[in-house]
C-alpha cells in the first residue's frame, strides 16, 4: 500500500474512525486501563548501536511496513479506545519518509482541555541525528519533548559504540531541539567498562545540567541477535551505578512520574531529573500501562514477552470498518501479563528473538 496520508483528504480519513465518549478503553487481565502507545514508524536506522543491533541487519521489505494510512488509522483507534499518550518510535523514526505528514495529522489529535477521545501527550525518541532538520516541524506537530538517546560524550567512544555516529551531529541536533521549544530528555544505556565511570556519568550529569536536560540511564535490555557482541559483556547493573552517584551527587526523591518505567531522582547541583530504567535488577512492571506496536502491526502488550497480535491484516481486510481491529487488540490486551520475562542468558546473551529497532523503543 502507498503511502498516500498527505493527499488524502481529511474528511475522508475522519470518515474511517469517528471517535466517541462511548467507547470502551482497553484493560489488560490484571484490571490496568491502558493509556499509553508506543508507535514504531520504521526498523530502519542510520546508526548501528552495538547494544541494539548487528552491523549488518537485515530491514523489513517496504511492503511489510503499514503505511501511513494505517498508521494514523491505529493510532486514532488507539484514542478513541482511551489511549492519552503516543510516543513515535523506530529505528530512527525521523528517517521514514514523509513522517511530518503523519504526525501532522496525529497532533490535530490532542486536545489541551483533556477530552474523552482525545490525546494528551504526542512525543518521540530519535537518535538525534536528523534533528536539526526537524526540530521546528516537530514543534509546530504539537510535539512538545522528545528523547535523545545518547550513550557517551566522548566523540570516540561514541562512534565505536553507534559503529559510525558523529556526536557533533548529534550535540547540533539537541541545540536546535531546544531552541525550537522542545524538553529534551537524554537516555543513556549503561554499558559495562564503556561509560559507567565516575568520570564519564559526571560529565554527563553537569552537561545535562548545562543544558536544561532530564538524564535517564538504562540496563541494557536483552533483546536479539546483535552479532558478537555479548550481552554479559555488556551489562551493568543500576542499583551500582545509582550506588556510584549517590557518593558524589545528592539526589532526592522525586515525585515526578512520566508514565514510563523510569524511577526518578532530583539532582540538587544541577536542577535536574536523572532517572533509572532497570528491567534485570529491579521489576518495573505493576504499574504498567504501555503496549507497542511495531511497524508492521505487531501488537506487543509486553517489551519482555514474545507473545503479540497481527493488526495489519484486520487494518487492511477491514478499512472502513475498525471493530475486527478493536477485537483483537481488546483479546490481546487481556492476556497483558503481570510481568516481564528479562533475563540474560549465559549462552546467547538474548531473551528474545526480536530486536530492539524492528520491536520499537
Known sequence: MLDQLATTPPAELEEIIVPTSSRPSFVDGCGRTINYLRLSVTDRCDLRCRYCMPLRPTFLPKRDLLSLE??????RLF???GIEKIRITGGEPLVRKNLM?????????????????HLRDLTLTTNGTHLTQFAEELFACGIRRVNVSLD????????????????PVVSEGIDAAL???????????????????????????RWCGEKGCDLTYIEVMPMG???????????????ELKGSIDKRWALKRSSYHSGGPARYWDCVETGRRIGFI????????????????????????CLGQE???????????????????????AARVAKKTRGHAFVIDRDSGAALGRTMNTTGG
Open 70 to 75: 494505517e498508521l494514523y488509522r491505529l493510532a
Open 79 to 81: 484514542v478513541v479506545h
Open 101 to 117: 505528514h503523519l504526525l501532522h495529522r496525529l497532533g490535530d489529535l490532542i486536545s489541551p482541555r483533556e477530552e474523552a477521545g
Open 152 to 167: 557517551s560524550l566522548d566523540a570516540t567512544t561514541f562512534a565505536d559504540l553507534t559503529r559510525g555516529g558523529s556526536l
Open 179 to 205: 531552541a525550537a521549544g522542545l524538553a529534551v530528555k537524554i537516555n543513556c544505556v549503561a554499558l559495562k567498562g564503556v561509560n559507567v565511570s565516575p568520570e564519564e556519568v559526571d560529565r554527563l550529569l
Open 225 to 239: 541477535d546483535i552479532g558478537n557482541e555479548k550481552r554479559l559483556d555488556q551489562f551493568y547493573p543500576l542499583t
Open 278 to 301: 532497570s528491567p534485570l535488577t529491579e521489576n518495573f512492571c505493576d504499574g504498567c500501562t504501555r503496549v507497542r506496536v511495531t511497524c508492521t502491526g505487531m501488537l506487543y502488550p
Open 307 to 329: 507473545s503479540g497480535s497481527d493488526l495489519r491484516d484486520a487494518l487492511r481486510d477491514h478499512p472502513d470498518n475498525d471493530e475486527p481491529c478493536s477485537k483483537v487488540i
